[in-house]
């Protein structure tokens, strides 16, 4: 079992910036690639960004591509997700996810969840 907790959510203005964290504990976290997946009202949940915690996996989804970067922080079993030129399209409910399927883009491949964090962006 790994238990994910994601942090940071928050309002900020079109063009702004914001990070958010997600604190993996349990069963030996760095064994699993970590993504970040989002949910906007009326639509499907869809996939942000992975990485593996070794890092030699990373994978963006086209639309976030150039302006979001996932990180971690392995002494602290901790993956970030940088967000800049934020568009009022980028609000979400942005979870944390964790799999053994490295860089799976594919949300049915990932049994840990955290509750999410509500981001929103205002024009």
């Known amino acids: 079992q790994v238990q994910l907790v994601e942090s940071g959510g928050g309002l900020v203005q079109a063009g702004g910036s914001l990070r958010l964290s997600c604190a993996a504990s349990g069963r030996t976290p760095s064994r699993y690639t970590m993504a970040w997946f989002r949910k906007a009202p009326g639509k499907e949940r869809e996939f942000v960004a992975a990485?593996?915690?070794?890092?030699?996996?990373?994978n963006y989804a086209d639309s976030v591509k150039g302006r979001f970067t996932i990180s971690s922080d392995n002494a602290k079993n901790t993956v970030y997700l940088q967000m800049s030129s934020l568009k009022p399209e980028d609000t979400a409910v942005y979870y944390c996810a964790a799999t053994l399927f490295g860089g799976s883009i594919l949300s049915a491949h990932y049994p840990y969840w955290g509750q999410g964090t509500q981001v929103t962006v205002s024009s």
């Open positions: 990485r593996s915690w070794s890092g030699d996996i990373t």
